[in-house]
């Protein structure tokens, strides 16, 4: 399993606060998060391979993106060292990659922002508009409510299609 729908089955996955009012947005900042930056830190990392966060990092490693896994359940992930936190890894983080509820997902958006991360980005299902807004202040880039291998598989059917 890759990522899960969206609990709340309303349609497509946004990324936009209520500030921005073009569907075309989420796409074109998920998009820039891709192009611009590869190395993704995988908060809430799993082992186990039928956990969406495996899956996903598995797709990323195949696209060329470095993945970092962060768990602190356990100390290697697909074969990378974890960490328990984002603030323990040693090297800098592109983007925060946050697998968690919505109401844990506040904290590692701070924590992202504590280690100077240059994105956020929120899977299908972790909505946090309150901690979106806090990376935005900061200059972060923010995707919420999307998954990273969805997004490439778009971008793929994209340019097989041109």
Known sequence: MLCRPSPLGTGPPTTWSA???TPDEPTAVADRILDRYRTFAV??????PNRPSHGV???LERHGYHVIPVTPTASEVR????????ASVP????VVDIFRRSDAAGEHVDEAVAVGARAVWMQLGVIDEAAAQRARDAGLEVVMD???A???SRRE???ASA
Do not use: F, K, W
């Open 57 to 59: 990092m598995g797709v």
């Open 79 to 86: 074969g990378h060292q974890a960490y328990p936190a984002l």
């Open 43 to 48: 908060v809430g990392a799993s082992n186990r």
């Open 91 to 94: 090297e800098p983080i592109d």
């Open 150 to 152: 969805i997004e490439l």
């Open 146 to 148: 999307r998954c990273p």
């Open 157 to 159: 059917g994209e340019r």
């Open 19 to 21: 500030t921005v009012r």
